[in-house]
């Protein structure tokens, strides 16, 4: 089948990455729509007291005329807010780091969004993202595997980490196999008026965000006190001490005895884990990060200095409820070549995985930092992302 007969709906934010996924799609033959989607306007929960969609939203429409291809914006700011904004609050407000990317591509870009191109009589859908697909027989049967973007500066495969096989086989990712300079050069050399433009720091086509503010329009304020954890706490002594990294797997319970009180704070569901800003403690001889917060009693524990013990794990569960596999039936208990990431742009982590009746519990070789309940751990076997689920 030529790609003339084929149609691909690109999801044109504004930026450079997709302006030259359109552009790579054209020149392939393929017949393009560009579509932006507006994704938040709600006036009683301001994210920026900016507009940026309606910069980026003409830009994109900038493009599709250069491209000479039809172009449209769609609102899905009331779905946006149903499964993004009220998930954020929810999290947040039980005391758990939601990623909202990541759930922004699975529930909105490759689900609500290629139904919409579906719809269109779409065979596929496209977006900027570095990140490759890939397709392979396996037992007679097709499957997709999603694999690291070639930039590994840029790599995105992170935040598509709950895609599953329906929705990377209709999906190209045109950019994945670029790097970020080659895409700038194409875009310049193509007058493209994306070529300089700065990348989308913000939330996932939203814009800026100053979570704080944003978190305190829905979320109560409540003073707390901040308690300071020694570093030399017996509880980290009988952790390591006991050689069951499956108790680490849980994270640190402190209580307000355990160590002294140094302030007060606004409200202990602001924070997370690993947090250093926003604390307006002085007076210490290094800087506090946040290591625990209890939104029932409304505490946060803090250690002093970046090497604190409390920031530290050799391991995390994920409920087996909540573990997603890109690949089905893929074995994690037997590979031995596993890595993993909790975070954007982390380097890859060696692990390995065991289970129980309930989890999965993840051993890194080196201890990490900051694990937060809520975030996305994404696992990887050969540079392709083979399952992913939320810490507990």
């Given at each position: 089948m030529s790609t003339s007969s084929l149609r691909v709906v690109v999801a044109m934010s504004g930026g450079v990455d997709s302006s030259v996924a359109a552009y790579l799609l054209k020149e392939q033959g393929y017949d393009v729509l560009a579509i932006f989607m507006k994704n938040w306007h709600d006036e009683s929960v301001t994210i920026s007291p900016e507009c940026p969609w309606l910069e980026d939203s003409y830009d994109a429409m900038?493009?599709?005329?250069k491209l000479k291809i039809p172009f449209q914006v769609i609102d899905l700011s009331s779905q946006y807010k149903d499964k993004i904004v009220d998930?954020?609050?929810?999290?947040?407000?039980?005391?758990?780091t939601p990623n909202p990317d990541i759930l922004c591509n699975?529930?909105?870009?490759f689900d609500i969004f290629l139904q919409i191109a579906l719809n269109l009589n779409a065979n596929y859908i496209a977006t900027g993202?570095?990140?490759q697909v890939e397709s392979k027989e396996l037992d007679g049967k097709k499957v997709y595997y999603l694999k690291s973007g070639k930039d590994k500066d840029k790599d995105q495969s992170y935040f598509l980490c709950q895609l599953n096989q329906d929705q990377l086989s209709k999906t190209l990712f045109p950019i994945g196999h670029l790097k970020k300079s080659d895409v700038r050069r194409i875009a310049k050399n193509n007058g493209l008026i994306t070529a300089n433009k700065k990348d989308s720091q913000g939330l996932c086509f939203i814009g800026k965000v100053k979570l704080p503010e944003f978190l305190q329009q829905k979320l109560k304020k409540k003073e707390g006190d901040v308690i300071l954890i020694p570093?030399?706490?017996?509880?980290y002594k009988k952790r390591v001490g006991d050689g069951n990294l499956k108790n680490n797997s849980k994270g640190f319970l402190y209580s307000d005895?355990?160590?002294t009180l140094v302030g007060t704070h606004p409200g202990a569901h602001f924070y997370t884990v690993g947090q250093r800003k926003g604390l307006a403690i002085g007076g210490m001889s290094k800087p506090l990060f946040v290591i625990g917060t209890d939104v029932k009693k409304n505490i946060i524990y803090v250690g002093e200095g970046e090497e604190h013990y409390g920031l530290y794990r050799s391991s995390l569960r994920v409920n087996k409820k909540k573990m997603h596999y890109v690949i089905p039936g893929f074995d994690l208990i037997n590979d031995n070549n596993l890595f993993a990431r909790i975070r954007y742009r982390q380097p890859l982590q060696a692990v390995r995985i065991e289970q129980d009746e309930k989890f999965y519990i993840l051993f890194f070789n080196v201890k990490q930092k900051s694990i937060a309940k809520g975030q996305f751990v994404a696992i990887y076997s050969n540079n392709y992302i083979v399952s992913s689920g939320v810490i507990d």
């Open positions: 900038i493009v599709a005329q998930y954020m609050f929810s999290e947040y407000g039980i005391g758990r699975r529930e909105i870009k993202h570095y990140a570093n030399n706490l017996k509880l005895d355990m160590g």
